[in-house]
Structure formats: C-alpha cells, structure tokens
C-alpha cells in the first residue's frame, strides 16, 4: 500500500506565495516521478509540474517562473513552491507519484487526496 498526503493549501491574496508539500509512504521501493496537477471548477485536470527521481523538472507554461518543484528524495517529499499566486491559479491541487512498491511490482500512478488552494484578487 502506498499513501500521498497533501498538505500546505489555502487561501492567499494574488501576489502572495503558498508552499505545498506532499509525502509518499508505505511500500515504496522505486521513486520514478512525483509531481502535481490541479482542477478547477468546471475545467479539467492539467499538469502542473512533474519531477524525476533525478531532479529534471517539467513545468506548465501557465507557471513558468512561478512555480518550482522540488523532491527529496531520502523522504519521498515533494514540494511545490508557488509565488506571484494569480486568481486563475485557484484549484484542487493534487499530488502524484510514479513507483515501483518492490522489485516485482509494475511501475503504478498513485494520487493524493487534494488541497485546495484559492488565490484572492
């Protein structure tokens, strides 16, 4: 069993800055990929951020030079540091991480729970 739990939203003015932070536990063998999409109201899920075990990160355009992932490995942490938070930001952030849980096992998707992150103008 492998467990992503988000935490760090919240509600912030535009312009300000949130830190997310979600850790994988249980039986994690492999880390491959951690990142972090979001959803907001009547759209669908987009990427937001992804990283690999060996830190080559990927952003969507829309938080280019806004947003920076970071993993800790040693932990299974990852972060999503988010500044110049803008309005259209507002969404369900949900964390996500691709591993193996024992050298037998397939490589799997697994999901958090979600954070809501709301950004005020």
């Known amino acids: 069993q492998v467990q992503l739990v988000e935490s760090g939203g919240g509600l912030v003015q535009a312009g300000g800055s949130l830190r997310l932070s979600c850790a994988a536990s249980?039986?994690?063998?492999?880390?491959?990929?951690m990142g972090w999409d979001r959803q907001a109201p009547g759209k669908q899920r987009e990427l937001v951020a992804t990283t690999s075990s060996g830190g080559s990160a990927n952003y969507a355009d829309s938080v280019k030079g806004r947003f920076t992932i970071s993993l800790d490995n040693a932990k299974n942490l990852v972060y999503l540091q988010m500044n110049s938070l803008k309005p259209e930001d507002t969404a369900v952030y949900y964390c996500?991480?691709?591993?193996?849980?024992?050298?037998?096992?397939?490589?799997?998707?697994?999901w958090g729970q979600g954070t809501q992150v709301t950004v005020s103008s």
């Open positions: 249980g039986s994690i063998f492999s880390l491959k990929f």
């Open positions: 996500n991480a691709i591993l193996q849980s024992s050298t037998w096992s397939p490589t799997k998707d697994y």
